[in-house]
């Protein structure tokens, strides 16, 4: 059974920085596109950033330039890296999965971990 299980929210001022992990369990990695989700209160969930198993990146427009997104397949983890979070960066944060290159609907989901942004 794949498990998704994230770590390293919390609460930070504006401008700040923090990285969040997602490590997987139960699955073969490498195989996996996986991707970072966000919803925020009363706004339809969006799609921050993906890393296909061949390691292409994507991201919204709304993070393009602040967030990176990162894989460590030997650790069979997923990292986002956020920088210069602004208050609209609030949301619970989750990891998704789906086997092969692209994440369109994903298969598999971590249960979350809020960020916070303020001041």
């Known amino acids: 059974q794949v498990r998704l299980v994230e770590s390293g929210g919390g609460l930070v001022q504006p401008g700040g920085s923090l990285r969040l992990s997602c490590v997987a369990s139960?699955?073969?990695?490498?195989?996996?596109?996986m991707g970072w989700y966000r919803q925020a209160p009363g706004k339809q969930r969006e799609l921050a950033a993906t890393?296909?198993?061949?390691?292409?990146?994507n991201y919204a427009d709304t993070v393009k330039g602040r967030f990176t997104i990162s894989r460590d397949n030997a650790k069979k983890t997923v990292y986002l890296q956020m920088n210069s979070l602004k208050p609209e960066d609030t949301a619970v944060y989750l990891c998704?999965?789906?086997?092969?290159?692209?994440?369109?609907?994903?298969?598999?989901w971590g249960q979350g971990t809020q960020v916070t942004v303020s001041s």
């Open positions: 998704a999965s789906r086997i092969g290159s692209q994440l369109a609907t994903p298969q598999y």
């Open positions: 890393v296909t198993n061949g390691g292409d990146t």
């Open positions: 139960g699955t073969i990695f490498s195989m996996y596109t």
